[in-house]
């Protein structure tokens, strides 16, 4: 079974940092394209970073550029986003999503994530 598991959201000042992290199971996530979505209240859900971990291939979106990275560690089947200088905008659910293509995610559209997790939330006071 197809399943992805979010941890490591929290509520945490402004200008602090967390690392959030989706375990995987049912599918190699090595080759996999997967990336991080986050949806504010009243907002529209967007896609915050993607990557192929063993083609060492990431897309950060311009919101969490110079304070985000997305990374993986093969060995655990584990997906990360680590978040650093965390402002109040940033307040949101986080998703971890993964799609069915391998090799990069060159092309790749929002709507080809066909695999999502639960979420976690995460909270960011000024």
């Known amino acids: 079974q197809v399943q992805l598991v979010e941890s490591g959201g929290g509520s945490v000042q402004a200008g602090g940092s967390l690392r959030l992290s989706c375990k995987a199971s049912g599918f190699i996530v090595s080759w996999r394209c997967m990336g991080w979505f986050r949806q504010a209240p009243g907002k529209e859900r967007e896609g915050v970073a993607k990557t192929v971990i063993s083609a060492g291939e990431t897309l950060v979106a311009d919101s969490g550029l110079g304070r985000f990275a997305i990374s993986g560690d093969i060995a655990r089947h584990t997906l990360y986003l680590e978040m650093n200088n965390l402002k109040p905008e940033d307040t949101a659910m986080y998703y971890c999503?993964?799609?069915?293509?391998?090799?990069?995610?060159?092309?790749?559209?929002?709507?080809?994530?066909?695999?999502w997790g639960q979420g976690t939330q995460v909270t960011v006071s000024s």
């Open positions: 999503a993964a799609t069915f293509f391998d090799g990069s995610c060159d092309g790749v559209s929002d709507s080809d994530f066909r695999v």
